[in-house]
Every structure is written in C-alpha cells, then in structure tokens.
C-alpha cells in the first residue's frame, strides 16, 4: 500500500518549505508541481502564463497532476496555489485512493509579509507595487479559495511555525 501526501494553500502558504523536510522524515520522494511543468514545457512558470495563458497553464497543471497521481508510489506533493481551485480538482483529489490532502492554512497578514519581498518571482502578483496591494489581493483570493482549501482531510495552521514544527504537526496527523 502507498500513499501520497498532498500539500495544498495559497501561494506563500510554505508547500515547497514544508514539503522537503516531511518527505525526508518520511523517506517518501518529494514533488513539486510547478518544477514537474516547469521541465515538462522546458521553461519557467512565469514564462508559460506570459506566452500561453493562465488557461492553458491550468489545463497542463491538471494532466500533470493525474500522471503523478497515477504513480503507484509514496509521495509528498506540493501543489500550486491555485491547483485544486480549478475544475474538479479539488473532488478528484479527496476521491482519489492512498491520496491524503493538507491545507497549510496561513493568514492574509502572514502571507503579505512572506509574499511581497519575493512578488517579482510570482506572475499573479508581480504587477502588484504596494504591500497594501497585495494584502486586498491576498485577501481577496483566500476568500474566494477557502471554501475549496478547506476540503482538504487536514488543516494545519502555520502562522507563526517554524518549519520543523509545522512538519510534527502534520505526522502527527497522518500517523
């Protein structure tokens, strides 16, 4: 039997952060889903929503997401942002066998202040200039997602958490 750990939250939520270091403790692979797209179009996310669309991004995002999906191995996977707001991915992922998800659920404050020093990296928030800006757009954003995060089987909240605790809180959790 195997199982795959899904990380999902918004953007800055600590997915990729936290990912790493529970896959380790696990001695589970870890994925990311944006790198898997990223090497699967042979260029950076940012790149593919500036020439292709955000459309077109959340297609590919959704075929790649059930090829991994399909793997029959362990797994800890970190989901981007908007990955399960779109479609039916959400449904899919609950529904999905040896498949547990995790909303790391961060607050329109804390992710304002981990998100806008690194806003240049990001295509959704890069046209953003002030802190206040992106605050509203974050705002904004978690609450058309929450319904949808919180689906997931497990909260945990991070605001405030060092990476080592948040990753005890999730094992135990799951275990």
Same mark, same amino acid.
């Given at each position: 039997?195997?199982?795959?750990?899904?990380?999902?939250?918004?953007?800055?939520?600590?997915?990729?952060?936290?990912?790493?270091?529970?896959?380790?403790?696990?001695?589970?692979?870890?994925?990311?889903?944006?790198?898997?797209?990223?090497?699967?179009?042979?260029?950076?996310?940012?790149?593919?929503?500036?020439?292709?669309?955000?459309?077109?991004?959340?297609?590919?995002?959704?075929?790649?997401?059930?090829?991994?999906?399909?793997?029959?191995?362990?797994?800890?996977?970190?989901?981007?942002?908007?990955?399960?707001?779109?479609?039916?991915?959400?449904?899919?992922?609950?529904?999905?066998?040896?498949?547990?998800?995790?909303?790391?659920?961060?607050?329109?404050?804390?992710?304002?202040?981990?998100?806008?020093?690194?806003?240049?990296?990001?295509?959704?928030?890069? %046209?953003?200039?002030?802190?206040?800006?992106?605050?509203?757009?974050?705002?904004?954003?978690?609450?058309?997602?929450?319904?949808?995060?919180?689906?997931?089987?497990?909260?945990? %909240?991070?605001?405030?958490? %060092?990476?080592?605790?948040?990753?005890?809180?999730?094992?135990? %959790?799951?275990?």
């Amino acid at each position: 039997m195997f199982m795959k750990i899904i990380l999902i939250g918004y953007m800055g939520s600590g997915k990729s952060t936290v990912g790493k270091p529970l896959s380790e403790k696990l001695n589970y692979p870890y994925k990311d889903l944006d790198t898997e797209i990223e090497h699967r179009e042979g260029k950076p996310i940012a790149s593919i929503f500036a020439e292709k669309g955000e459309i077109y991004f959340r297609k590919k995002e959704a075929i790649v997401l059930q090829e991994i999906l399909s793997e029959k191995s362990n797994m800890v996977l970190a989901t981007g942002g908007g990955t399960p707001c779109y479609g039916t991915v959400m449904d899919d992922l609950n529904k999905a066998e040896n498949v547990i998800t995790v909303y790391l659920k961060a607050s329109v404050e804390e992710l304002t202040a981990r998100l806008f020093p690194e806003k240049e990296t990001r295509p959704l928030i890069a %046209h953003l200039k002030a802190e206040e800006d992106l605050k509203d757009f974050v705002r904004k954003h978690l609450f058309e997602r929450a319904h949808v995060y919180n689906k997931a089987d497990f909260v945990i %909240h991070t605001d405030g958490l %060092h990476t080592s605790k948040i990753t005890e809180k999730l094992i135990s %959790h799951l275990f």
